[in-house]
């Protein structure tokens, strides 16, 4: 399956208030190499393992493959997981055609807030809420799999 999705930076907290749905999610990688990376998530009470593939030039698709395993399974394998381990919340809020997906990070990551928005096609057009900042789709640095490696607080 191709994921297509836009990555942008929160200027405040107000989201917050406009949020549906709040869950923790604890993730670490096995592999992090930009051409195949392998995540494992444990998500509110679910885990999972996801396999994403190189994105496209503008960063916004890639292949993503993502399957449900069992909690135990899950925390079993985050044990083999590469250092540095992400820990945050992520927030869940519709606005029109589109839901956002807004992660407040912990840990060595504190003080970063990403919203994310998957489309259904790179040039579809969606509400961009007060709170929505900067565009970083694209930059790699603000992977998941990047800020396990060189976390927020190091930049």
Not at 32 to 57: A, C, L, M, W, Y
Not at 138 to 145: E, P, W
């Amino acid at each position: 399956m191709i994921e297509i999705e836009r990555k942008f930076l929160v200027k405040d907290l107000s989201f917050k208030s406009e949020a549906v749905k709040n869950t923790k999610i604890v993730q670490g990688f096995i592999s992090d190499d930009p051409e195949r990376t392998v995540r494992i998530r444990v998500k509110g009470n679910q885990g999972f393992i996801t396999i994403k593939g190189k994105s496209n030039k503008s960063g916004t698709s890639r292949f993503e493959w993502e399957k449900e395993i069992s909690l135990s399974e899950a925390e079993a394998l985050l044990q083999l997981c590469k250092k540095g381990v992400i820990d945050k919340v992520r927030y869940e809020i519709p606005i029109e055609n589109v839901v956002y997906e807004v992660d407040e990070f912990f840990g060595d990551n504190k003080g970063l807030i990403v919203a994310e928005v998957e489309l259904k096609e790179e040039n579809q057009v969606f509400a961009k809420p007060n709170w929505l900042g900067e565009e970083v789709t694209g930059q790699i640095k603000y992977y998941n799999s990047q800020l396990s490696n060189k976390p927020f607080n190091s930049w």
